[in-house]
């Protein structure tokens, strides 16, 4: 992937900010790399402005990325190329050639904030701090973000068989069987 789309794709997965108005118009007066926090400004409502801690992984890559287009090149964290005094508008071409390259069918970046969402859910932190991360205002619209991911459903039935086996297998001795049957002359 491209670099740009390696530091969305890590900032949304690892922040859950919305792609535009948040990830692409942040700006480095933002990024808070000693406290580990980035402060959203410019949400599309109140819930959305807020402070997002950021992980480790996070923070190395921001710090990595602002080597390159840190706050002496431009004030945005992904500056327009054209012009470093604007914001970039999108990456909609470069997002679509990335996946194609790697063939992966396609899907909307912003399925990256349904991400962030459902391993919050996964790591079972509660809906209203992943509401509060994500800045809503409800948990309610959680529904339509934290979705069950295959390996969590998988490690559930996993767990319901290793519970079923330890319950059915015998304490002491050989196991008696539950019923006997006649013969019948």
């Known amino acids: 992937a491209s670099p740009i789309i390696r530091m969305v794709v890590v ?30 400004k ?15 992984f996070c923070k190395v890559e921001l710090e990595r990325w602002a080597r390159y287009y840190g706050p002496t090149v431009s004030a945005y964290v992904f500056p327009n190329p054209r012009d470093l005094s604007r914001p970039l508008g999108g990456f909609e071409k470069t997002w679509r050639s990335t996946l194609k390259a790697a063939e992966i069918p396609y899907f909307p ?7 962030f969402a459902t391993r919050l859910n996964a790591a079972g932190v509660t809906d209203l701090t992943i509401t ?44 008696e069987p539950a019923f006997e049957t006649q013969r019948v002359n």
Do not use: C
Request: net charge neutral; hydrophobic share 30%; charged share 30%.
């Open 11 to 40: 900032l949304v997965t690892e922040t859950g900010l919305r792609q535009h108005r948040e990830a692409l118009s942040l700006e480095w007066e933002d990024v808070d790399l000693f406290n580990d926090v980035i402060y959203v």
């Open 42 to 56: 410019n949400s599309k409502t109140p819930a959305g402005r807020r402070f997002v801690p950021i992980s480790d």
């Open 109 to 115: 970046p912003y399925n990256l904030r349904h991400t």
């Open 132 to 175: 509060q991360l994500m800045g809503h205002s409800t948990p309610s619209i959680l529904q339509t973000y934290a979705k069950a991911i295959d390996e969590v459903r998988r490690d559930a039935v996993r767990r319901l068989e290793e519970f079923r086996q330890s319950q059915s297998e015998p304490k002491v001795g050989p196991r």
